[in-house]
């Protein structure tokens, strides 16, 4: 029998507290779960929740933040996905659970049917040290994997062992025609014999987040290398790789596969770049491929479909050891451009859609620090997050974009084609914002918040689906496969869950990867970008039509300020849950009257 005593999250509890919450042991435990009954108190298990921007070690001790009466309780816009977990800590072991799920309704009779709503086992990964070299974050089982719990049940994995936490995590969508208001239901938790009844409240707020990602993004996503874990490298396979990360709202490096031919490239890119979720592709305008490939996108576009407009070039990759040669290659490839524009006459790009400007504007990308080393003139900067920590850096950067270099006769004089982006690693370490596993999950989060507030293009990372060793990738023997479902630094030695995320299908028998929390957390870091996107059009607006004095940037500085200090994020998770509802109350208020923008300056 259960005793039916459940929590919500102190919301003074910081993420880096919650996830260590007690002293881990450091043994290899099963995972556990809860007992319930929806008539009586004997639900023999700790059932409480969680909001989605933290994570709970499995063997931590959390019995501080029992409290009774477990709801799950959300707040999102339309057109949106919210998660939150619901968490069981039995005191006997379990040997099975699920969560029945059913629609949520609204008093005026709207619903938001249970297809709209996904339910995942937390899989937990042993970490045995913090990624970075100092750092404090303890060793244990962390939840990293997210797996439907179907699947979870099919494979034995839904049992749950005494003592233990079991994170189930329950995702949300709202569609664009989801009216505004309350919803509310009930879900069912089952645990061998008993049950537990869950009341879930749903806020559907009046405003849509678009389609369309003004957070631009590139996350590489290596074609060869999904044999090492999904067993399927072919381009069928890497193109639903590439459709899977747009409902995350990623556009992957490579937008469509290499191993299409030219001809049927560019069809793949027609579609991907009508698409409003893309925001850049990358064209390879060196090496093999020189200009072919965006000759071929020059020459495929149409006054309705500029194919140039998301495309740009990642020249080099932190180049620190072949500066003079990043140096001459950047020089040589501008120069290459203002040539290949010119080989066209402005009457011939004009049936294309496009001008001279399209093609010498085109991005020319290398990741590169200025803090360790900088190349005169270079127009797209794409430096470590860790890089605009302090006022001078963001403005150095700032004179970067401002700066560009013009071709070796002055050809570009007078215009201004400059770009900033930013990227993680293995590298910046605690306290900047990563993707690593150990790391505070609502950094990936704050993450867009920054990026916005910054004015920073894009958010570039190295791996999406790496499953290999970086110490074995260029052997003579071959580079050594990784089981990220056993080893959370088996990618890049040392840097928990770099390189990846999402885990292999393969495991349980399905093409589908398994999406992990970090994954979650990324995509709603982009939806609040939009937040962000739509509030300042809102006040910019507001602010005209009512002849107010102010501005955006002024109403958000207390905002900003309450999530990150330069770019080191707060570690307080609740914190970004409580900026987003101010800014969602906010779009709201200006969105039904524009004079309410008064009450914010």
């Not at 020189?290 to 309705?304: C, F, I």
Request: charged share 25%; aromatic share 12%; proline share 5%.
């Amino acid at each position: 029998m259960f005793k039916k005593i459940c929590s919500t999250l102190l919301a003074l509890l910081t993420a880096f507290s919650l996830a260590a919450c007690g002293t881990p042991k450091q043994d290899d435990p099963t995972p556990i779960q809860p007992d319930p009954d929806p008539g009586t108190e004997t639900f023999e298990a700790e059932v409480w929740t969680l909001p989605s921007s933290v994570k709970v070690l499995r063997e931590a001790d959390c019995s501080a933040y029992y409290t009774e009466d477990a709801r799950l309780q959300y707040a999102m816009a339309k057109n949106e996905y919210e998660s939150m977990q619901l968490m069981i800590t039995p005191e006997a072991d379990i040997g099975s659970f699920d969560l029945e799920i059913s629609a949520l309704k609204s008093e005026g009779g709207a619903e938001i049917p249970a297809e709209n709503i996904e339910v995942y086992n937390e899989f937990y990964v042993y970490v045995q040290r913090g990624t970075a070299p100092d750092s404090t974050r303890p060793a244990g089982w962390y939840p990293d994997a997210l797996i439907p719990q179907e699947l979870s049940a099919e494979y034995g994995e839904n049992k749950i062992s005494a003592g233990e936490n079991q994170g189930i995590w329950i995702t949300i969508k709202t569609e664009k025609d989801t009216p505004a208001g309350t919803y509310t239901g009930t879900f069912t938790l089952n645990a061998d014999d008993e049950s537990l009844q869950i009341p879930v409240e749903v806020d559907v707020w009046d405003f849509t987040v678009p389609d369309e990602v003004h957070a631009r993004n590139s996350f590489y996503l290596f074609q060869d290398e999904l044999a090492n874990g999904q067993f399927d490298n072919t381009k069928e396979s890497y193109q639903n790789y590439v459709d899977y990360f747009l409902d995350y709202r990623i556009s992957t490096t490579e937008i469509a596969s290499l191993d299409y031919n030219t001809e049927d490239w560019v069809e793949q890119v027609k579609k991907y770049a009508a698409d409003p979720r893309v925001t850049s592709y990358n064209v390879h305008g060196d090496g093999h491929y020189g200009m072919t490939l965006l000759k071929a996108l020059v020459e495929n576009s149409t006054p309705e479909l500029n194919l140039v407009d998301k495309a740009f070039i990642y020249l080099y990759d932190e180049p620190y050891t072949m500066m003079e040669t990043a140096t001459q290659g950047f020089y040589d490839k501008i120069d290459e451009l203002i040539a290949f524009a010119d080989s066209y006459t402005d009457e011939e790009l004009a049936q294309y859609g496009l001008t001279k400007a399209d093609i010498e504007g085109v991005e020319v990308l290398i990741t590169l620090t200025a803090s360790i080393d900088t190349i005169e003139g270079l127009r797209t900067y794409c430096p470590l997050a860790s890089d605009f920590d302090t006022e001078e850096q963001r403005q150095q950067y700032e004179t970067y974009r401002q700066n560009t270099y013009t071709g070796k006769n002055n050809e570009l004089a007078g215009t201004d084609y400059g770009t900033t982006w930013w990227y993680v690693c293995v590298h910046p370490y605690d306290p900047y914002p990563n993707l690593n596993i150990d790391m505070d999950l609502s950094a990936a989060r704050v993450l867009s918040w920054m990026q916005y507030d910054y004015d920073i293009e894009g958010l570039i990372y190295w791996g999406t689906m790496t499953y290999f060793s970086t110490a074995t990738r260029f052997d003579e023997a071959g580079q050594k496969p990784v089981n990220v479902y056993e080893q959370a630094n088996g990618v890049f030695a040392g840097a928990n869950g770099d390189g990846y995320l999402v885990y292999p299908g393969a495991k349980y028998g399905t093409d589908e990867p398994m999406p992990t929390m970090r994954l979650m957390e990324l995509r709603d870091g982009f939806e609040e970008y939009e937040f962000l996107y739509l509030l300042e059009d809102l006040t910019v607006r507001a602010l005209e039509e009512n002849e107010l004095d102010g501005s955006f940037d002024a109403i958000m500085e207390d905002i900003y300020a309450s999530l990150y200090k330069g770019a080191v994020p707060e570690q307080d998770h609740t914190l970004v849950l409580e900026v987003r509802e101010r800014v969602a109350q906010m779009i709201v208020a200006i969105s039904k009257e524009s004079s309410a923008v008064k009450n914010y300056l």
